[in-house]
């Protein structure tokens, strides 16, 4: 149990590097008799393909999907769902300098003091790359949760120091950014032209809604519905902080303001977030997480080699200005694994 | 499994409520021939009872712990630690009046939703009193790293609005309030006399630094160090929000400021909180939670009650104005039990 | 994770040492609202008491149980069921010799070799008093099973080389032997009455028959219903050897006279046991495990202590000479829940 | 958590059915720093291919191994490992008829039964292609085991109703059937073609040693190194009992006689099958276990159909008289991916 495998009765494993031959991810504990084809995951995958708008990377990702197994003539079966993506359009050279150098703010110092060994190409199992099993997962998750009427979306709240300051979801889908403020949007989009000019990358916020969750989703004291969101989230590697409901701000709130009266149509607000004791009650689930800054910039940075001394160095190659547009489908992926395990898991309770 | 163990290899399970006979751990995976004595774990309960301060609840808990396996002449065996402590000093008669009713900012109404049932004494499982099992397996976890020289320190570093503009370590122990801020400590004493008189609640924020962490603990891709710390925080019933290394702060920040330049003597600065790619990195690790006020109030609330019609009703009984004392505590012992699990899971990796 | 815990959904952890304080279980996962007293686990405890017939040990363990949480009102709440038992009646002088014995046919040597440290005091955590925590689990699975009509039945097929001839389900309650045919009971107790005499002890074979399981239980293809059966047996101390169905018969068998037909009334005979491809088929679940003579005999034994010196010794203190009719409540016990646990698992799959 | 992984520490998760596109299997927790190659494997699946012998089939499985990840220039970087065999002559005509018949002896009814849904092609998911990722896992774990000196044998040891009567290693692999008794060899072939003629098909015992095996090694309770061994033997499709030791010979024996006395050499005999109280005592590791004949005859069989209609059909396609060699190599990985599970768990207790 090296950490690959998420979930408990909807249960994912991926595998693959970035430069390796191929990445996939295997999904155990679907339902069966469900309809899935390629295509329901491509489309997730594609959501998620950089190279699409202003700052992202000019790296041509086809990522096709090919399902391996568990599916038989368009249904679902029980039996394992394999998933594979061979790796195309991969060319190590520039990374060949990289092999005994530790980049900043990436995971080669980390890997290399872990395992002994690491492949140094394209962050090897620490890339990016590895979010296409999540998403691949998460679009069979999503399919589970459609049949239950429960809706995941996602949408950026800040990028590169601006915040929305209004949500209208039907912009959500109308730009790469995923921003349902258009002003917002167009400011964003101008920031991360001119920090790609000068070689820098941005952070920002991702905030996701759940809609149409029953109560009853959850299983305390540990495996709390939003301790299972949190990790799921924050093993997405760009997420450094994360809020339910009203998050940090209950900090200065007084007990009298924080509680959400109940009423006879249900909860008057929603500073809970949707979840009480770790256990969904009915109300929309709201998630808030911070993404920091790609890594990879084009300014010269100065770190050590594998045999300590000090080095400078440049990224070359292709890299986004922002995780973001990425994140936003990744964050969807896993909340809507964490919801499928927290169902499935909830229909073992009740009684027939 | 629903959902009342945590952990790997080093994995606790924690049972009780609030009102019943009693409440404990179980402690699975325990490494053999480590000293521990009832006194070890007596000390760390002793730092989360309530009782000592300002704004604290009068109940004297005395929360005796009975280590029942495990132990033989001073020293763990390898077999599971069962640590029991009895409920005493139990009034249940407040609580009566909340038998159908679901109380706002409480578990009461998804409890209800999710089983079916509920012990509506003292809020039965969703009762902070279920942190006492969490509590002595933290006492047991802190012994295992004390061995590896890692030591984790919280403290608070904001209450009832009231943040802390310094942080001096000797500063901590010296109030209940855990603040490392004098000044600040003497305000939040104030604040919380004064909504003590109103019978409202604070919220508040705390951070935890973890020293001594060596490199190479945490497991990607799902089992990060900061995703496992994530769960095991977002998990204790109050915490609502939670930040490694610079938190939400990287959403406003360039990939230049953000990496961590990496010299001889190791990272130049600490923004990662001390996890690169899910794995420690030996710098110090750098959490920080914010806590929402305790939902039980003694104003007026509205709510409804098990028929569905609009109930007014008051808490009476004794209550903390704010969790932060005790959440502090509550913390460590999460936190070393993660890095503990953590700690064994890297040792099976090692070569001999 | 040291081992001490077992199931998926319906999860046990036991936890206690023969000469300790107290030994327990803690369940997690019982399915709420159902009715559940402490006299329903005691008289499963009392099933497994010795010092009731013949060849069995005076001890006389009263092992009160006492639940601890998780029932509210007489009925499960979902959350865990602690039970607890205290040790009474424990003189551990007898067992001062054998602190640097390694005794044959015991795990003295080998929880040395593995910790480094054990409880030597009638066999710390490696005692048959651990079963405690599995019956009561057991008896708690029973519960859950009946609800669905499942029924589990033991019996003492062999006992000191005496096989039974004929089942007559009826003759089972009986005598503390749980023999199904009267005339080999008669020989069975004759024969213990001799080999007690001798100073020494016997073996035997147990049958299981579960009666009612609807088709469909299982998870392939590790998970199977028989592999899990086979754990769970094969993890009770002194089994040997597990069959399902014909088990070591079908080693001689063709092919055509292994297979099952089916007819439209179900199978026609039932050699698979009522497991297919690792699901339950509807039919009986047959199994028989073989069970090693009790390790502590009267006899003279040669043996080594832990400075590696020869060393006679004879076991003193008071012995059962089969736990033949202990070993039947226990298998009991494994098999309701691993029955438990995936009639849950199977509803987590089910279609509402 | 559809079953499809086994293993706490060392964990692979299986995938694929016979007539998909691909089987294969995920490892998890593999140690880094360890020489593999595809070559590694693949001589081990080379092993397990049918077509080869007298009472094989001709099915031409060529089963070539790819690696798709975990690896880097020919050592384990930690990362899982992925292996991938992609399906090749496959002819999924002759299930055509098959589509609404449950096949005696075969999974078709009770996979049905679960899932409402089944591939019927070549049995699906229970096929005993399945075996293809176990192999390939175990070939893994075998690497890891050479590393600590710890080797596992297999061989056969009754085929048909013909017995071994002496034990010549050195005969293993001179044949397919991994015979050690080169008389029992010939007669078994013999059997074999006369079964053959016949349409009928064997079955039969393996036995497997393990010698190596440092004490220490398995957890108790429930996690005993024999209790994982049963589960793992049980978990293959054929198998239908298991015996450690000496298995259901200690039913009939008396305790002094079953007792391994321990002198300063050494345990002086092996009835406990190198394992106390689940845990390893570094004599050698004894199993046995009882294979049923392949339920793919060629002679008509009586069955009902989907409609619950009776129905007659004879099995035509290409199938083995017997499979014991195949269950040989797989009864190997299964050990071998025990025991290096039990290893790292045995590895983070251990003090440093």
Redesign the interface.
């Known amino acids: ?9 909807f ?1 994912i ?5 970035s430069h ?5 991810v ?1 999904i ?6 469900m309809k899935l084809s390629e295509e329901d995951i491509q489309k997730e995958m594609d959501k998620r393909r950089p190279g699409q708008g202003a700052g992202s990377s000019p790296r041509k990702e086809r990522d096709r999907v ?5 599916i ?1 003539e368009g ?8 998933i ?1 993506v061979r790796n195309e359009d991969v060319d190590s050279t520039p990374y060949e300098e990289m092999r005994d150098l ?1 980049r ?4 080669d ?3 290399q ?7 140094h190409r394209g962050g ?3 890339s990016a790359r ?1 979010t296409l099993g999540r998403v691949a997962a998460g679009a069979v998750a999503k399919r589970v949760l459609e049949q239950e009427n429960i809706e995941i979306i996602s949408y950026t709240a ?1 990028l ?2 601006i915040q929305i300051d209004t949500i209208d979801f039907g912009e959500i889908g109308k730009t790469r950014l995923r921003c349902p403020d258009h002003q917002a949007a167009v400011a964003m989009e101008k920031r991360i032209r001119e ?1 790609k000019r000068q070689g ?6 991702v905030e996701i809604v759940v809609r149409g969750c029953p ?2 989703l ?7 519905l ?10 997405i ?1 760009a997420v ?25 149509k249900g909860f ?1 607000k929603n500073d ?2 949707g ?8 109300e929309d689930i709201l998630l808030r997480v ?8 084009h ?1 010269e ?4 080699n594998a045999a ?3 080095a400078k160095f440049r990224v070359e190659g292709r890299h986004d200005v922002s995780a973001i547009p990425r994140i936003n489908v990744v964050c969807e992926a896993m909340v809507a694994i964490v919801l499928t395990d927290h169902l ?9």
Not at 66 to 70: D, F, M, P, T, V
Not at 344 to 352: F, G, S, V
């Open positions: 149990m090296g950490g690959n495998s998420f979930g408990t009765l249960r494993t991926t595998w693959g590097e390796g031959k191929a990445l996939g295997v155990d504990g679907c339902p069966p008799q090919e399902i391996l197994s568990g038989f249904k679902s079966t029980g039996t394992p769902i394999s594979l530790f900043p703010g990436h995971a110092f980390t890997y003091a872990k395992y002994g060994i690491r492949d090897g199992r620490a590895e800040a590169g120091g920090v820098d990358t941005l952070g920002g916020i109560p009853g959850g299983e305390p004291v540990f495996d709390k939003e301790a299972d969101l949190a990790k799921a989230l924050m093993s590697g450094r902080g994360i809020e339910i409901g009203a998050g940090f701000k209950v900090a200065g709130m007084l007990g009298s303001e924080c509680n959400d009266p109940i009423g006879q008057e809970a977030g979840i009480l004791g770790g256990i969904s009650n009915g911070a993404v920091k800054p790609i890594p990879s910039i300014l940075q100065m770190t050590i300590f001394q000090p499935l898991r909830q229909k073992a309770l009740e009684r027939r």
